[in-house]
C-alpha cells in the first residue's frame, strides 16, 4: 500500500457533539482548507470569526422538513463519492457543478444517549440520524479520496497527517478511518434496531445486531495467546464497564469478567437491608455473607473458603470503609469493588500499588430486563437476563416439616447466591454465610460433596470440631433429578432444602426428606448458569 496523499481542500464538518470543534477548524483553515457546515455547527464555526459556507449554498437547497434534509443531495454527495482519477466522474463534477468534498466530519444524533435518559418515543425517533450516516458511508466507502472522522478523538491525527504531508492525508489513515465510521454506523443502528425491538416487545427479530465501544485494548485474553479488548454497550447497567478505577494494574480479560461475576451477585443484596460481600475466583463465588457491617460480612465470606480466595475478587454493596479495607489488605486480592469508598479506606488500598480498586457508583438492579450473548460456532444465542429475584419469589413447603424462621431465612440467601454460581450448582448456607459451594459439576451428586468436602477443609483450617455444614441449609440450583443429591446433602449435615422442583422424581425426592425429618421448600425456578 502506498502512501497515495490526497490533499484536503473542502471539508464538511456537521457535529451534534462540538468537543474540540473550533480548534480543528481553525487548523483546518490554517491549511487553507475551505470549511462547509449546516445548522448549529455553521453558527459555531462563523462565532469563532472563521468563514464558513452554509450546505445551504452547495446545494443551492434550504434546510427543511425540521433539519430532516439538509445533506441528502448530489452536490453532497457527489463531492464525498467522485473518484478522482476517473474521467467520467470528473466530467459529471464539472458537468453538473459538484465540488469534491476532500474531509468529512460527522458525529451523529445522540440516539444513544437520548434514549439512555429516559426519553419519549418521539424524541428518541428524532434523534436517529439520517443525513450523517449517509454521508458517513459514502465517505468511508470513497476512502481512497476522502478522509471521514466521526469522533473528536481522531482530530488530533488528522492534523498531524496535514502537517507531516503538505496539506494531505495518507491512505493508511484513510483506511483506519473508513474502518472505524463503518463500525460507528453499525454500532449505532444496533443501538437502533435493539431499542425498537425491546418497544415493540420483540423477543427474537430476523436480525439481531449488537455495537460497542472500545474501553480499552487488553494485554492478552484468558490465556496469553489470545487477542483481547474490552468495548462498552449502550446498555448503562453500573458494574465494571462504569466503574472508575482509583488505583492498581491495568485490568486483565479474566479480572474484568470476575469482577462483573462479583458485582452482578453483591446486586442481589439490597444495601438498605444488609450489609453484604461477595469473594469471585475464576468466576464462580468462592464466599458470600452478609453481615452487620462489611468487616464482618467479609469474615464471614472469606472462612468459606479461604485458599480460593487468595488472588480473588472482592465485591462489597456498601460504601467500602477503612476497617474493611484493613481485613482486606491482609491476604493477596486482584480487585474490590464497591459502590464508593471512604477517603480513609482509598488511603489504605494505595498502600498496595497493584490491588485494583473500583467505584461503580451505585448497584446493578437485579430485576432489570436486558440481553446476553454467548457466541457459538457460526452464531450467537441471544436470551434475556435471569432477573428472578428471591424476594419475588414464592417458597412453597412440599415436605411434613416446614422449615424455621431461622432455616427460611438462610435458604432464601442460599438460592440467591445460587443463581450466581455455575451449574450444577450446590450451596451450603448458615447464619446468612455460604460454609460450601459446589459449582460447575456434570452431576449435582459430586456437587454436593465437592462443596461438603471443601467445608471440611474449611473447618480444618478454622480449627473447628465439625465443618459448619452440620445444621446448615442447601440451595441446589436445578431440581433434584433423583434422591442422591439430596441425601449427600443430608449426609453433609443440612436440615432444609430449597430447589425449583419439577422433576419426575419428585415425589421421590419429597419422601427421602420426609423419612429424614427434612425440610424441604420449592421455588419453581431454576438458575442455570452455564
Not at 276 to 300: F, M, Q, T, W
Not at 439 to 444: D, F, K, T
Request: charged residues 25%; neutral net charge.
Amino acid at each position: 500500500m502506498t502512501d497515495h496523499p490526497r490533499r484536503v481542500t473542502r471539508a464538511l464538518l456537521s457535529v451534534s457533539d462540538k468537543t474540540g470543534l473550533i480548534e480543528f477548524a481553525k487548523a483546518l483553515a490554517a491549511h487553507d482548507v475551505e470549511l462547509v457546515s449546516t445548522g448549529g455547527t455553521a453558527k459555531a464555526i462563523a462565532a469563532a470569526g472563521l468563514k464558513v459556507k452554509d450546505v445551504s449554498d452547495l446545494t443551492g437547497f434550504p434546510e427543511m422538513m425540521d433539519g430532516r434534509v439538509k445533506t441528502l443531495h448530489p452536490k453532497v454527495h457527489g463531492g464525498l463519492l467522485a473518484i478522482r482519477d476517473n474521467k467520467e466522474h470528473a466530467d459529471a463534477m464539472k458537468a453538473h457543478g459538484i465540488a469534491p468534498i476532500d474531509l468529512l466530519v460527522v458525529n451523529l444524533y445522540p440516539f444513544e444517549a437520548t434514549v439512555d435518559k429516559g426519553a419519549g418515543f418521539e424524541d428518541c425517533i428524532e434523534n436517529i440520524d439520517i443525513g450523517g450516516p449517509a454521508m458517513i458511508r459514502a465517505a468511508a466507502k470513497n476512502h481512497d479520496d476522502v478522509a471521514v472522522v466521526v469522533e473528536a478523538d481522531d482530530y488530533k491525527a488528522v492534523l498531524d497527517e496535514l502537517a507531516a504531508n503538505n496539506g494531505a492525508t495518507t491512505l493508511k489513515l484513510r483506511r483506519r478511518l473508513a474502518a472505524k465510521a463503518y463500525a460507528r454506523t453499525g454500532a449505532y443502528d444496533a443501538a437502533i434496531s435493539n431499542w425498537f425491538n425491546r418497544q415493540l416487545e420483540i423477543d427474537a427479530p430476523d436480525f439481531r445486531a449488537f455495537g460497542g465501544r472500545l474501553i480499552q485494548s487488553l494485554r492478552y485474553g484468558e490465556n496469553p495467546h489470545q487477542t483481547a479488548a474490552f468495548y462498552a454497550t449502550p446498555d448503562k447497567r453500573p458494574g465494571v464497564s462504569t466503574a472508575r478505577q482509583l488505583q492498581g494494574k491495568e485490568l486483565s480479560y479474566n479480572n474484568i469478567n470476575d469482577t462483573d461475576a462479583a458485582y452482578e451477585c453483591i446486586g442481589e443484596f439490597d444495601t438498605k437491608r444488609t450489609a453484604a460481600c461477595v469473594i469471585v475466583k475464576h468466576a464462580n463465588p468462592c464466599g458470600v455473607a452478609e453481615g452487620s457491617n462489611l468487616v464482618d460480612a467479609y469474615r464471614k465470606a472469606l472462612a468459606c473458603d479461604s485458599t480460593s480466595a487468595f488472588g480473588g475478587i472482592i465485591a462489597m454493596n456498601r460504601a467500602l470503609d477503612a476497617d474493611t479495607a484493613r481485613e482486606i489488605t491482609k491476604i493477596f486480592t486482584e480487585v474490590i469493588i464497591a459502590p464508593d469508598a471512604s477517603e480513609e479506606a482509598i488511603a489504605i488500598i494505595g498502600g498496595k500499588k497493584n490491588l485494583r480498586l473500583l467505584l461503580a457508583g451505585s448497584l446493578p438492579d437485579p430485576r432489570a430486563p436486558g440481553l446476553t450473548a454467548k457466541t457459538v460456532a457460526g452464531g450467537l444465542l441471544v436470551q434475556s437476563r435471569d432477573n428472578a429475584v428471591v424476594d419475588d419469589m414464592t417458597f412453597k413447603v412440599v415436605t411434613k416439616r416446614a422449615p424455621s424462621d431461622a432455616e427460611m431465612r438462610d435458604l432464601k440467601f442460599a438460592f440467591r447466591v445460587a443463581k450466581h454460581v455455575k451449574s450444577n450448582t450446590i450451596i451450603y448456607a448458615k447464619d446468612l454465610a455460604t460454609v460450601g459451594i459446589g459449582a460447575g459439576q456434570m452431576s449435582r451428586v459430586d456437587s454436593a460433596r465437592i462443596a461438603a468436602r471443601k467445608a471440611q477443609d474449611a473447618a480444618n483450617e478454622l480449627k473447628l470440631a465439625e465443618p459448619l455444614t452440620k445444621g446448615s441449609v442447601v440451595a441446589s440450583d436445578a431440581f433434584f433429578p433423583f434422591a442422591d443429591g439430596m441425601l449427600a446433602c443430608i449426609e453433609a449435615g443440612a436440615t432444609a432444602v430449597v430447589q425449583p422442583g419439577g422433576s419426575m422424581r419428585d415425589d421421590e425426592v419429597i419422601k427421602a426428606a420426609d423419612e429424614h425429618g427434612i425440610a424441604m421448600v420449592f421455588t419453581g425456578t431454576r438458575h442455570f448458569r452455564h
